[in-house]
């Protein structure tokens, strides 16, 4: 089938990337011509596994093309997905412009029925009012011409965007047209040959499973730090509390493991947006306010855990002379996505107080450099060894694998003194007791 997809970020460049491997021939427009030249030498604007090789393969093989020529893109395909951002509005709500944007293009240029596809993340409703803005635009071009607009939202995880492309666990399609869902079938046969994972339901549905998806698992998250705060008073250990819970099927493993707070480019701005859908019904979504307002407090742990250590004063913590080394900036491992991570709340703590920062993470180096460019109380480091130099503590922000044996000597050697503040339970506390580091982390007793 011939695909064209707008807006050539983390979503549709992957989908993109997964669709023309299966056969099909895809079209990606965006208007940054940097990303688009960019991606045409094989430079991927985001680190995701695997992408690369399968962008490179796929666009070599004439499966795989790149433009900013919008009218191309509309001859191109026969079903037209919109994947453009859609960034929490001042209020909260997601910001529709760009979607709304796509859909007017379509609008302006089709000579031929189109299925447009909703890949964006966008509130209940948006399907309608995709179909109005290209409506109005044939009404206006005095055309007759025919579509349909499906809701097809994604599930991907950052980290493992390609592998859950390749082996969705469900292929949500949200239509009332039976032609519609033909197509679709027809798209995603490739990705569901071993058992039906195509779950058809009405529009609004579909765009509401997306949310409800995205605001079940910040829940579990924010629900298991509510957890460890309480641990941490009680004198309980978190992580075997995770072990007792988790071992029920009807609870499970999954999205229960306690640390600074969750970030990224979904959770976040998916719990605000449907607070904000709800409360424009009329509704007040307490659990999920609940959800955000745990998450927005978690993500201050880590510092108030090095303001008990280090003694906050009648005129505050003053870190004056204090360097942290910081392991882990990107807001999970496996990305460099720092949109919403605990490291930058951290870091800016830090810096108020009057503390340097010396990172490292494997991948979101360059990223940090751009948010926050050249300052003197942030170096970023090579490797996570140098990162250690001269520093006064280590704080783990990320739980990147390659942080999970380190060499507990070399950490002593470099510090001058043997602290550790971790936000993801890397390390046993008894382990570290023993190898006498001061030890904080989630949920569990100080040692």
Same mark, same amino acid.
């Given at each position: 089938m011939k695909v064209t997809f707008y807006g050539i970020g983390y979503v549709g460049l992957v989908q993109a990337a997964v669709l023309a491997d299966a056969g099909h021939d895809v079209c990606c427009v965006d208007i940054d011509e940097t990303r688009i030249e960019n991606l045409k030498k094989g430079i991927i604007p985001i680190y995701e596994p695997g992408l690369t090789p399968l /962008?490179?393969?796929?666009?070599?093989?004439?499966?795989?093309?790149?433009?900013?020529?919008?009218?191309?893109? /509309?001859?191109?395909?026969?079903?037209?997905?919109?994947?453009?951002?859609?960034?929490?509005?001042?209020?909260?709500?997601?910001?529709?412009?760009?979607?709304?944007? /796509?859909?007017?293009?379509?609008?302006?240029?089709?000579?031929?029925?189109?299925?447009?596809?909703?890949?964006?993340?966008?509130?209940?409703?948006t399907a309608d009012k995709v179909k109005a803005t290209i409506q109005s635009v044939l009404d206006s071009r005095k055309s007759d011409l025919t579509f349909s607009v499906v809701s097809n939202p994604e599930f991907l995880k950052e980290g493992a965007a390609v592998n859950d492309c390749k082996r969705p666990d469900r292929i949500i399609i949200g239509t009332d047209s039976a032609d519609a869902e033909e197509q679709m079938r027809e798209l995603y046969a490739p990705f569901n040959r071993n058992h039906e994972k195509i779950i058809v339901m009405d529009i609004k549905s579909a765009e509401l499973t997306k949310y409800a998806a995205n605001c079940m698992l910040a829940t579990k998250i924010s629900f298991m730090n509510e957890m460890a705060n309480i641990?941490?008073? /009680?004198?309980?250990?978190?992580?075997?509390?995770?072990?007792?819970?988790?071992?029920?099927?009807?609870?499970?493993?999954?999205?229960?493991y306690p640390g600074?707070?969750?970030?990224?480019?979904?959770?976040?701005?998916?719990?605000?947006?449907?607070?904000?859908?709800?409360?424009?019904?009329?509704?007040?979504?307490?659990?999920?306010k609940a959800v955000e307002a745990v998450n927005y407090a978690q993500k201050n742990k880590l510092f108030e855990y090095i303001s008990k250590h280090y003694g906050t004063t009648e005129d505050g913590l003053d870190l004056s002379g204090k360097t942290f080394a910081l392991w882990g900036l990107s807001f999970k491992p496996n990305t460099d996505d720092m949109r919403d991570a605990p490291s930058r709340v951290l870091m800016e703590q830090l810096w108020k107080a009057g503390a340097k920062v010396q990172a490292y993470d494997p991948e979101a180096m360059n990223e940090t450099q751009r948010?926050?460019?050249?300052?003197?109380?942030?170096?970023?480091?090579?490797?996570?060894?140098?990162?250690?130099?001269?520093a006064d503590a280590l704080v783990i922000c990320t739980e990147w694998q390659n942080f999970k044996a380190p060499d507990f000597s070399l950490i002593k050697q470099q510090l001058s003194e043997a602290v550790i503040f971790d936000g993801r339970n890397l390390f046993e506390p008894e382990r570290l007791a023993k190898k006498s580091f001061r030890y904080y982390s989630i949920g569990r007793c100080s040692v």
């Open positions: /962008v490179e393969k796929n666009f070599a093989e004439g499966r795989l093309t790149f433009t900013t020529d919008a009218q191309f893109g /509309v001859e191109f395909g026969e079903l037209q997905f919109i994947a453009v951002g859609t960034p929490p509005d001042e209020d909260g709500s997601a910001d529709l412009k760009y979607v709304l944007k /796509v859909a007017e293009t379509i609008a302006t240029y089709m000579e031929s029925p189109k299925l447009i596809i909703d890949k964006s993340t966008v509130p209940v409703g641990a941490e008073h /009680v004198g309980a250990n978190i992580e075997h509390v995770r072990h007792g819970i988790g071992s029920d099927p009807r609870i499970g493993y999954q999205f229960i600074c707070g969750y970030g990224g480019s979904c959770f976040p701005k998916d719990v605000q947006a449907l607070v904000r859908t709800a409360g424009n019904i009329g509704y007040e979504s307490k659990i999920l948010i926050y460019g050249t300052r003197s109380d942030l170096s970023l480091m090579g490797t996570k060894e140098s990162a250690l130099n001269g």
